[in-house]
């Protein structure tokens, strides 16, 4: 089931493509809460600015709430585009962004994870709960398992995801994780620098999941 919202597209003078355009649509997970620091909603805006500048369409999941409802409220007000992707179960608590672009309904959260994903060029995560580390941490596993070769980011603003670029660090230690596959995590603190590693990926850079300790 979709949902379609139409709205113009203005990209103004002031616009300016600073990066070569490899990601046409950006998929950015992120908290339904805004969480306890002004400089988690402060990164979902510049976020959002930065992908109108450079003429990316928005993609997440489609809600109002939470940095959620500010990346994508951000990226409508500056004459971007907007794609929500939400199941029918949070429709119906009316917290469905009905400014976008376009709004998928699906039926299920694995339904609105694939959509997304389809829907997608490049995956950025900004703060948030489990709902984020779930729909990162599966896209992460699809990138690993060669399902999808595209490029995929985590937004570490004021060092919120230090304890979990750690444990990764420590899974590679522990020869649960490849090198390489912990280095597919693109970690940046700042949208800018972010933006301009998505473009500048090399998928052909991937390399098979399986490790053994003949690979030590």
């Excluded at 928005?58 to 939470?66: D, I, N, Q, S």
């Excluded at 490049?122 to 948030?128: D, I």
């Amino acid at each position: 089931m979709q949902q379609t919202f139409t709205r113009g597209r203005w990209l103004g003078s002031m616009a300016r493509t600073i990066y070569a355009q490899q990601v046409q649509r950006a998929c950015i997970f992120c908290g339904s809460s805004p969480g306890a620091r002004p400089a988690y909603t402060e990164a979902a805006e510049d976020l959002g600015m930065l992908l109108v500048q450079n003429g990316i369409t928005l993609v997440f999941g489609g809600a109002t709430v939470g940095l959620m409802g500010r990346i994508a409220d951000t990226v409508v007000s500056e004459g971007g585009e907007a794609i929500g992707v939400i199941p029918q179960a949070l429709v119906d608590r009316e917290i469905a962004h009905l400014g976008l672009t376009d709004l998928h309904v699906v039926d299920t959260m694995h339904e609105r994870k694939q959509r997304m994903a389809d829907l997608s060029d490049a995956f950025v995560a900004l703060p948030g709960g489990l709902g984020t580390l779930d729909e990162l941490f599966e896209i992460y596993t699809w990138g690993q398992l060669g399902m999808h070769r595209k490029p995929i980011g985590l937004m570490n603003v004021e060092g919120y995801f230090d304890g979990l670029v750690g444990f990764l660090e420590h899974a590679v230690a522990e020869r649960f994780v490849r090198e390489d596959h912990r280095d597919m995590l693109i970690i940046e603190e700042e949208p800018t620098p972010m933006l301009e590693r998505l473009q500048s990926f090399d998928p052909a850079s991937l390399t098979p999941k399986w490790i053994d300790r003949q690979d030590v």
